[in-house]
């Protein structure tokens, strides 16, 4: 079998080669070769990764699923929790306020009752310490 040489993309010339024939490679073959070989591995590489962000895609959409139907109730109870606490507060407020009412109440009888009360007794106290100066005096009177 007769083949003819062709022009390669350089310009050298090539033999083609027939089965059980030893034919002249050229630099380009040369290169072309192993970019072909690389362009494959690269390319394998790719789908390798590609595969893998998959996995991990999936794997991390079952994760937010899980998330969401944990996340949910979760920040429903926190919103129930959190306005059963504003209530106990409001609760809060109003008790002290009630307890302050109370203070000022007890603290306006008590200077009511200091000054209704405070002429009486000191007028009662001396009554009594000018009575019991009298029986003294009394007394000794008698015994002299």
């Known amino acids: 079998m007769d083949l003819q040489g062709g022009l390669d993309r350089v310009g050298a010339t090539t033999e083609w080669v027939t089965p059980g024939s030893v034919g002249v490679v050229s630099a380009t073959d040369v290169v072309m070769i192993a970019l072909t070989v690389v362009c494959l591995l690269a390319t394998g590489a790719l789908a390798v990764t590609v595969v893998q962000l998959r996995a991990t895609t999936t794997a991390l959409r079952r994760e937010l699923e899980s998330f969401r139907e944990s996340a949910v109730p979760a920040a429903v109870d926190l919103t129930d929790s959190a306005r059963a606490a504003a209530r106990q507060v409001d609760r809060l407020e109003n008790l002290i306020g009630v307890a ?31 009575t019991r100066r009298a029986a003294r005096r009394l007394k000794s009177a008698e015994g002299s």
Not at 100 to 121: G, I, Y
């Open 100 to 130: 302050a009412s109370v203070t000022d109440t007890m603290d306006q009888a008590t200077a009511a009752t200091v000054r209704v009360l405070s002429s009486p007794v000191i007028k009662t106290a001396a009554i009594a310490k000018g």
